[in-house]
C-alpha cells in the first residue's frame, strides 16, 4: 500500500487550508459535511492521525474514531429525522476509495429514499451550511 499522502484533500481541511462546514472536533477527530452529499445530511468523520484509511489507522486511533462517528451518527440521525444510517468505509482505489485520508461516511436515511448514484452534483452550500447547524445543535448535551 503506498505511504500517506499529506497533501490530499482532508490533511489541507485539518490544517484549515481549505475551509468545510464543520460538525465537531475534538482532540482527535474532525466530523464535517460531505460537498456532494449522496443522501441530505451526508457528512464525514475523520481522525487528525495520519491514516491513508482503514488497513493502516494505528487500532487506539481507529477506537476513538468510531465512538465518534456513533455520536456524529446519533445526532445526524435526529437532525435529519431519519429513520436510520448507512456507515460507509472505501479502502484503496479498488474498494472506491478516492480521498486518501481515513474516514467514514455517515449518509441518513429516509424510509423508501434511495442514495444519490456516485457522483453526486455538489450541495448547495446555504443547505449544507444549514445542516451542519442542526447536527451540531442535536450533538449539544448528547
Ligand atoms: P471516498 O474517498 O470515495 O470515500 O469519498 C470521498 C468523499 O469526499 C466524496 O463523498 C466527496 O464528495 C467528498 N469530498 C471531496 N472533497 C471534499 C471537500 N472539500 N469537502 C467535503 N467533502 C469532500
Known sequence: MPPYDNQN??????RGEIPCFKIFEDEHTLAFMDIMPRSPGHCLVIPKAEARNL???????????????????????AALEADGITLQQFSESAGGQEVF??????????????LQRHPAPRGDMSVLAAQAEKIRAALVGM
Open 55 to 77: 488497513l493502516d489507522c494505528p487500532p487506539e486511533a481507529l477506537s476513538r474514531l468510531i465512538v465518534n462517528v456513533q455520536k456524529i451518527a446519533l445526532a445526524a440521525k
Open 9 to 14: 484533500i482532508f490533511a489541507k481541511i485539518l
Open 101 to 114: 485520508h481515513l474516514h467514514f461516511h455517515i449518509l441518513p436515511r429516509h424510509e423508501g429514499e434511495g
